[in-house]
């Protein structure tokens, strides 16, 4: 009864992975679920149909995904790099909640050609950043595509669904804030795409754009304490400031100004930007990736809110303002000019 | 400060998917959600950084994903086949467990010279049969990707974790029965990626097996009642049959014997498999992608298990049993010969 591939029988297409390579990612997965603050709540991980486990209160979850080539290009993300980065993305959406982290499911597509070890190495950065971070990775699916492609799935917590913080809830006058610095993935990303610019700034500035683009760091105490202390809507920063903004003020019916100039820089933004004849004000208005969390705080609330990010160990600054500004959100430049945001090219990306 | 593609601050990669396509999409996946069992439960749906919603009791979940020349061709599979499988591959697992039906998120990659009328039909073809078994779909990504792509994240659900299934908990002498019929999916794919064989059997028989491997159904209500009615173990049959014992046996340090002339024939799998000059049992012992059950039940839960299965409108059989019979799982064939499934090639594939 045995046949020979391309056999019309053949009822499967995909590749067999190793069954040590399987083997090899399942400890490191588990090492996420043994380390979780979630840890007694899971009575099945991988290896199963399914992953079991009792969330109690609710549950706010989110769905992410990376192409090599659209996303991130292999030539300068290394493997591990496309781990964290997969995986903060989609927590990023759970710090924007203001929820607590709990499980991942991973989904990945590697090309046969990769050979087993770059998935390893994938899978690595991916379980030490959910180790960092308390997330517990509950179950994954590895098959063969065209091209490396990640999607996790991420799931947070809440006691109740009013502890979450959603997109909406902004009202005129609600103060615009950020949390700590923007552009600096931007920047980082214009020093890998362009190896030439890296010689042109210190290698210290350089090497912290850089990371800022490899090795993301979801806010998730920032988004927690932001919940608590009274923020009204949240997004966080993937798509780019101008463009996350006009959603944010979007899902409230609202436009908003934000100065420009008030946006703390991250670090190396100012002298990548200098040293590729650009504006950093231009990396810090369309960059994504930052992974801050943008959110519309009552005036009320804006010391309390300030004083609660600062104790998880960054800043809130506010940008900007929510109001009825034509209904969409400028950007104010330097000597009184202002952008719309969705005039601005890069903030049409998606 | 306006760029053009490919330049270096150009922050992400992705394509921009039109808005209108976007808002389709929701307006599809919306009225999974007004439909669900579930749908008291969900505070927050598609449209924030992440879905909220409240579970109760325990969670099972599942991810599984479809890439195009690896587990389906576009050639023979449209794109709403494209979305029933993957939404009833991922589905299928929460069946497996004895869950009832939940939530799921999905993550789309799909190459940008598709254009978005292909999308659309596949989110049509996986709402479709979302609606139809109850899961409401909470939350999506699409992006660009070399080849159509699609991973669903299931999330079923159970009042505690004792009520749920795991592939574990086989002992020496339980029966090894199976739901419905094995074969046909395998048979369909031949048919599709060997049209010539179609004109070789005939029609109403051709159309069977291909529905069967186009419109994958899990197999929830049943997995639902054998959980309830004293089903020990638990997997469904989406790699074969052979692969697929092996792993439920595994998992309990047993192994199994199959006789392979007792597991129930698929429409039209004795035909395809004449016409095709093939053994109908190989399609039956190798064929993957069917999602029956294949579960371990104790002798004295035989009866109650079989009755609870017919009333959700199909049957079980015995085809087996579990033992310490060499440690691996062995497919008695017709006059008294017996293979190991791990020897089979296909039962190699996963």
Excluded at 4 to 16: L, T, Y
Excluded at 157 to 182: K, N, Q
Aim: contains cysteine.
């Amino acid at each position: 009864m045995s046949t020979g591939p391309g056999d019309p029988a053949e009822p499967r297409m995909r590749r067999s992975p190793e069954f040590d390579l399987i083997a090899a990612i399942r400890e490191r997965m588990a090492a996420t679920v043994a380390g979780s603050p979630r840890a007694a709540s899971i009575s099945v991980g991988i290896g199963d149909d399914a992953a079991v486990s009792e969330p109690g209160g609710v549950t706010a979850t989110t769905i992410d995904g990376l192409v090599d080539g659209v996303h991130f290009r292999s030539s300068w993300c290394p493997p591990r790099s496309v781990g964290r980065k997969a995986l903060g993305a989609a927590v990023s959406d759970l710090a924007a909640m203001g929820a607590a982290p709990g499980e991942a499911y991973v989904w990945l597509g590697a090309p046969p050609e990769l050979g087993t070890e770059p998935i390893l190495e994938l899978c690595d950065g991916l379980a030490n950043l959910a180790e960092k971070i308390g997330i517990a990775v509950l179950g994954g699916d590895l098959t063969t595509a065209p091209a490396l492609s990640v999607s996790v799935t991420a799931v947070g917590h809440g006691a109740a669904a009013s502890d979450l913080v959603g997109r909406r809830g902004a009202i005129d006058g609600h103060a615009l804030c950020v949390t700590g610095e923007l552009g600096g993935a931007a920047a980082g990303l214009m020093l890998l795409e362009h190896p030439d610019l890296r010689e042109r700034v210190p290698e210290r500035t350089a090497a912290a754009a850089i990371s800022r683009q490899l090795d993301p760091r979801p806010r998730l105490e920032a988004g927690r304490a932001l919940a608590a202390a009274g923020a009204a809507a949240m997004i966080d920063v993937s798509d780019g400031l101008g463009a996350d903004a006009e959603h944010l003020a979007a899902a409230s019916g609202l436009g908003a100004e934000i100065d420009l100039e008030r946006v703390p820089l991250g670090a190396g933004v100012a002298e990548v930007a200098e040293a590729a004849g650009r504006d950093a004000l231009d990396l810090v208005a369309s960059g994504g990736e930052d992974y801050e969390l943008l959110c519309a705080i009552p005036r009320s609330a804006l010391d309390r809110c300030a004083l609660a990010v600062e104790r998880t160990g960054t800043r809130l600054t506010e940008i900007g303002r929510f109001g009825d500004v034509g209904g969409s959100v400028r950007l104010r430049l330097p000597g009184g000019r202002s952008l719309p945001a969705s005039g601005h090219d890069h903030l049409r990306a998606r």
